[in-house]
T-cell receptor, first 113, second 113 residues
Framework: EPEVTQTPSHQVTQMGQEVILRCVPI?????FYWYRQILGQKVEFLVS????????KSEIFDDQFSVERPDGSNFTLKIRSTKLEDSAMYFC???????????FGQGTRLTVV | QKEVEQNSGPLSVPEGAIASLNCTYS??????FFWYRQYSGKSPELIMSIYSNGDKEDGRFTAQLNKASQYVSLLIRDSQPSDSATYLCAVNPSSGSARQLTFGSGTQLTVLP
């Protein structure tokens, strides 16, 4: 069964460093998303991506964040100048069409120290 | 602000009983509704989707939607200890092409052997 895959599963970084989280969405899906879940809190939307550009973004997704689809399969989230409060689980998701069932990757646990 | 509200629980039911999980949403124009299961430290796993008023059954799970009351529920019949998890209600907004999900805070379910 096709699935969304994310790497790495766990990333520890020093405050102020840049991190890149990677995702391979399901191959025939067209919409890609990043969500974040701080420990004990809700899953929060960060950004959606369609047709090689950002479709929607939340207030969380400021200039510190960027997304890219560098080739036909990978979808990346870059976080610049990481802060302690960026520590969270980051989930990638994809679906074939907006509004339909979205499938989540296993997540990357980001720990900023 | 579009909100999705759930009772946080914890909800405890004995093995074999019916677990009932409830969710309300504020965006009256919402079109798509989903239930995800999340085990501790893991990613959300889609278990049900519902798009029109009424009931939708899939195995031991039944989703119920009432758009007039802005209410969606999930029933789990013959609950098993393996059903113990946090259940997330997620709603697609009425606007935007990507239709990213808005999540509730989740209801923690414990099924007692």
């Amino acid at each position: 069964e096709p699935e969304v895959t994310q790497t790495p599963s766990h990333q520890v970084t020093q405050m102020g460093q840049e991190v890149i989280l990677r995702c391979v969405p399901i191959s025939n899906h067209l919409y890609f998303y990043w969500y974040r879940q701080i420990l004990g809190q809700k899953v929060e939307f960060l950004v959606s991506f369609y047709n090689n550009e950002i479709s929607e973004k939340s207030e969380i997704f400021d200039d510190q964040f960027s997304v890219e689809r560098p080739d036909g399969s990978n979808f990346t989230l870059k976080i610049r100048s990481t802060k302690l409060e960026d520590s969270a689980m980051y989930f990638c998701a994809s679906n074939p069409k907006g509004g339909t069932e979205a499938f989540f990757g296993q997540g990357t646990r980001l720990t900023v120290v | 602000q579009k909100e999705v509200e759930q009772n946080s629980g914890p909800l405890s039911v004995p093995e074999g009983a019916i677990a009932s999980l409830n969710c309300t949403y504020s965006d009256r124009g919402s079109q798509s509704f989903f239930w995800y299961r999340q085990y501790s430290g893991k990613s959300p796993e889609l278990i049900m989707s519902i798009y029109s008023n009424g009931d939708k059954e899939d195995g031991r799970f039944t989703a119920q939607l009432n758009k007039a009351s802005q209410y969606v529920s999930l029933l789990i019949r013959d609950s098993q200890p393996s059903d113990s998890a946090t259940y997330l209600c997620a709603v697609n907004p009425s606007s935007g092409s990507a239709r990213q999900l808005t999540f509730g805070s989740g209801t923690q379910l414990t099924v007692l052997p």
